[in-house]
Nanobody, 114 residues
Framework: QVQLVESGGGLVQPGGSLTLSCAVS????????MAWYRQVPGKDRELVAS???????HYTESVEGRATISRDDARDMVYLRMSNLKPDDTAVYYCNIPTSLQNWGQGTQVTVFS
């Protein structure tokens, strides 16, 4: 059974930075692309960034230039570094396998406030 455990969220002022972490188990991590998503109450979950097996990364336009997704295949971890955070980045952030979505983890809350 695949388990996804997100962490690293918190309260941050506009312009600040955070690094989110996701621990993945129950799957051959190296063989899978990974992605970060976010969701605001009342809205659909949004794909924020994805990273392919070989490390190629893709970002949604709203975080382009402010986000960096990375993966550690030795530790089965995926990270999302976000800088210059904006109030619109406030959401619960989740990781998952974009090509075969698994049960969602609990997510990690990011709140950007002034």
């Amino acid at each position: 059974q695949v388990q996804l455990v997100e962490s690293g969220g918190g309260l941050v002022q506009p312009g600040g930075s955070l690094t989110l972490s996701c621990a993945v188990s129950g799957v051959f991590f190296t063989f899978n692309p990974m992605a970060w998503y976010r969701q605001v109450p009342g809205k659909d979950r949004e794909l924020v960034a994805s990273i392919e097996r070989g490390g190629n990364a893709h970002y949604t336009e709203s975080v382009e230039g402010r986000a960096t997704i990375s993966r550690d295949d030795a530790r089965d971890m995926v990270y999302l570094r976000m800088s210059n955070l904006k109030p619109d980045d406030t959401a619960v952030y989740y990781c998952n396998i974009p090509t075969s979505l698994q049960n969602w983890g609990q997510g990690t809350q990011v709140t950007v406030f002034s």
